[in-house]
């Protein structure tokens, strides 16, 4: 079966910079895809993306080395399972509160004994190539978000249960269950505190540990901490970041400040 870069480089303590895809748009993951991130996250929690989309956004970042991820919207067995089966070398699960849960999101990316996952790789195997049931459990990275107050709470059960491929913070759900505004590069001290905990403990239990970052400076930040794995930027934060500052720039005039959307 093809090799999970991504997963194998974290495994032995590597760092990898990926991207995040919100827009529904192949040449657009095609494009990021040949940029040459080790991965790329489709996401179907926040993102303008559906699974007609993710049909198509897969086997275009497929043509590269980039490591396919989804984001699915929830801990679904069944929605875990479809992605999966498109072709995802891993998920992403939002929202995270605790180990059952964990231990739940786990199963529905493990086939039997070890899971509960449904066999039907429709289109994973032909990407994944021969050996795919046999090596898909050691192969499909399980990623869970801890991001909520009960899933900070309960950090130690969440990371040490059995199976998982490694831990990602979204760091503005992050603040709201610290009773702070949704910021996602933020410097509050607490913040701070709480991202370095999950980080040492994910450290601690041999976990690769993962976060989102809005650009280049929390980017060489969270590197320089020692995370496995930090998202860059987005699709449409790209084309945004660079379109605002470059029509400033023509015009002479101060770069538009715009709302927060996540990304």
Same mark, same amino acid.
């Given at each position: 079966m093809r090799k999970?870069?991504?997963?194998?480089?974290?495994?032995?303590?590597?760092?990898t910079i990926g991207a995040w895809l919100s827009l529904g748009n192949?040449?657009?993951?095609?494009?990021?895809?040949?940029? #040459? /991130?080790?991965?790329l996250c489709i996401d179907m929690q926040h993102g303008l993306v559906d699974y007609g989309d993710l049909r198509h956004m897969l086997p275009a970042i497929s043509t590269t080395d980039t490591t396919p991820i989804v984001r699915v919207a929830g801990n679904n067995p069944?929605?875990?399972?479809?992605?999966?089966?498109? #072709?995802?070398?891993?998920?992403?699960?939002?929202?995270?509160?605790?180990?059952?849960?964990?231990?739940?999101?786990?199963?529905?990316?493990?086939y039997p004994p070890e899971g509960g996952?449904?066999? #039907?790789?429709i289109r994973a195997a032909m990407y994944g190539g021969r050996g795919y049931a046999a090596e898909a459990?050691?192969?499909? =990275?399980c990623i869970v978000m801890i991001e909520t107050k009960e899933g900070i709470a309960n950090l130690e059960e969440i990371v040490t249960t059995p199976g998982l491929g490694g831990v990602y913070i979204g760091p503005a759900d992050l603040a709201y269950a610290l009773g702070l505004p949704p910021k996602g590069d933020n410097d509050d001290p607490l913040h701070l505190e709480t991202v370095g905990?999950?980080?040492?403990?994910?450290? =601690?239990?041999g976990v690769p540990a993962g976060i989102h970052t809005g650009g280049l400076e929390y980017t060489k930040?969270?590197?320089?901490?020692?995370?496995?794995f930090v998202t860059l930027g987005s699709d449409? #934060? /790209?084309?945004?970041?660079?379109?605002?500052?470059?029509?400033?720039?023509?015009?002479?005039?101060?770069?538009?400040?715009r709302e927060a959307t996540g990304y």
């Open positions: 999970n870069a991504a997963l194998a480089k974290w495994r032995t303590g590597e760092q192949t040449h657009t993951a095609e494009m990021l895809a040949n940029a #040459g /991130f080790d991965w069944a929605e875990i399972m479809k992605a999966l089966d498109a #072709g995802a070398m891993g998920v992403i699960v939002p929202l995270v509160n605790n180990r059952a849960e964990a231990a739940a999101a786990v199963a529905a990316c493990r996952r449904s066999f #039907g790789p459990n050691e192969e499909i =990275a905990r999950i980080l040492a403990a994910c450290k =601690a239990h930040l969270r590197l320089a901490a020692g995370f496995n449409g #934060g /790209f084309m945004m970041q660079a379109a605002a500052t470059d029509l400033a720039a023509a015009r002479g005039a101060q770069k538009r400040e």
